[in-house]
């Protein structure tokens, strides 16, 4: 394992640098080269390439960039950033420092979630065994809570103004971001992969990985599995291998959500046999986003669980775009209406058309993330909206356990 | 190369007025905030889509000229 350990607590400077040894002195060119090569995608959500984002961000630098390592984890059901960042700080300040060296920035900020208590803990010791010069330049800043506050714009509002709601793009952080500077926003888990194959090469990275898949990366198992966590994969695994690191399934499920709750929804039995990984996951109109897979118990109604999760999503939008504050809102309404089976006519057409409505009209990508999770409910849920809109529910529950005294 | 309507999505309280004034490629949503066409905007309503920026009490309404793709990284390259 690369990423988690089996151990305990934090890894300490000695045993970082005995396992992987010293951080290699590349230049510039030849690291964001190596970086590139390797494929690495981003692990934040987007995915974009790694390489390509560190490219741009070097090419206007001009030596007075910043980097911000992203482990604000907003996500309910990822646990991975934190897990990654308590249990191998080194590693992701070794990325962040990578990161630096190749984008010319001076300053790096470690943005972490204040409620992840042991990660910030780890970093902070972490960066006191490390060199005065090291120790001078970066600082960590710890996030407010909210399922939008690890969003770049966001974070590089945060940092310059105390405010963790997005702004409005362009300019994007890697064009002006803190103090104004060209900013990289890199996810935990990005850094700490790109600081393995600085070390071991592209070569290493492209060796893992199942079918045409490369590389490795975190997921967070939860739901009806027996043993919810953290699992390393190498990508292209597939849902029933991520199913079988966590202890095999627990009773019936019928569905998964993957990505996290701007993912999507998809039908247990159609995707046992998908493979992990962005490119394969995209194909199927899925996304491995921040490598969430949440299996729902059969007697879990899909529609109260959807109902659930966009209750939370419109909790959490930072209220500043119309279309996002009520059009959210709107969609969850009538969802926990139709969940509890007292819809009002027209509500499943107004949560079709309304889902249509608030991709793209938000300034950041919220209503997007939340359209695509309702989207795909109600094609993975299709029966089931249909019957609550008629005030029935097809999920059978299984009888109450009681206690026997 | 052309030119789009761009909203500042955070500045548009839903006043209303640009889907007033440019009805061909504005209209309004259920709680009154514009929802535009996509692409650009056609040579003969290019005028009222001026007026529209013109109109729009909070600034949030631009006109702004398009390179090619405009991507995830990528910039405007005049």
Redesign the interface.
């Known amino acids: 394992m690369e990423l988690i350990a089996r151990a305990a607590g934090a890894e300490r400077l000695p045993a970082h640098l005995l396992r992987l040894g010293p951080m290699p002195a590349l230049p510039s060119g030849a690291l964001i080269a190596e970086l590139e090569a390797s494929g690495l995608l981003g692990r934040g959500g987007g995915g974009f390439p790694v390489g390509r984002k560190w490219r741009a961000v070097a090419e206007r630098a001009a030596g007075g960039a910043v980097v911000l390592a992203n482990g604000a984890e907003g996500e309910p059901l990822s646990f991975k950033d934190r897990s990654l960042m308590a249990a191998r700080p080194h590693l992701v300040i070794d990325g962040a420092l990578l990161a630096a060296r190749a984008v010319g920035a001076g300053d790096i900020i470690f943005y972490v979630g204040a409620e992840h208590r042991t990660a910030v803990a780890a970093l902070q010791q972490a960066l006191a065994e490390r060199p005065r010069d090291v120790r001078g330049r970066a600082r960590i800043v710890t996030a407010p809570a909210g399922y939008v506050s690890g969003e770049e714009s966001a974070a590089v509002h945060y940092v310059n103004a105390g405010d963790a709601r997005p702004t409005a793009t362009p300019p994007r952080p890697f064009e002006r971001g803190v103090g104004g500077r060209p900013t990289l926003v890199q996810n935990v888990e990005s850094l700490a992969l790109a600081a393995l194959i600085a070390r071991r090469g592209h070569a290493w990275y492209q060796g893992l990985g199942h079918g045409r898949a490369r590389g490795i990366g975190l997921l967070t198992v939860s739901g009806a599995v027996n043993r919810a966590g953290v699992h390393e994969i190498e990508l292209g695994a597939t849902l029933s291998d991520a199913a079988a690191a966590a202890g095999g399934l627990r009773g019936n499920v019928r569905a998964v959500l993957l990505g996290g709750y701007f993912g999507g929804w998809a039908d247990l039995y159609e995707q046992w046999g998908l493979p992990l990984d962005a490119a394969s996951m995209r194909a199927r109109g899925l996304a491995l986003g921040c490598g969430v897979v949440h299996f729902l118990p059969s007697d879990t109604c899909g529609v109260a669980a959807t109902a659930r999760f966009m209750t939370y999503l419109a909790s959490q939008s930072a209220r500043q775009c119309g279309p996002c504050v009520f059009g959210l809102s709107a969609i969850a309404g009538a969802t926990q209406r139709l969940a509890a089976q007292s819809p009002q006519p027209g509500d499943l057409d107004r949560i079709l058309r309304w889902s249509g409505q608030v991709t793209g009209r938000g300034a950041c990508h919220h209503p997007d993330g939340a359209a695509t999770l309702m989207h795909s409910a109600l094609q993975v849920f299709a029966d089931d909206f249909a019957a609550h809109q008629h005030r029935r529910c097809l999920t059978i529950s299984e009888p109450a356990r009681v206690a026997v005294a | 190369m052309g030119e789009v309507l761009q ?8 006043h209303g007025l640009c889907a007033e004034l440019l009805p061909e490629l504005i209209s309004l ?5 514009p ?1 535009i066409k996509p692409g650009n905007i056609p040579p003969s309503v290019l005028e009222h889509a001026r007026r529209a920026v013109d109109a729009c009490p909070v600034l949030a309404l631009r006109l702004i000229r398009t390179a090619a793709l405009v991507g ?2 990528t ?2 390259n005049p």
């Open positions: 909203i500042d999505r955070i500045r548009c309280d839903g949503d259920d709680w009154g905030y929802i995830e990284l910039v405007h």
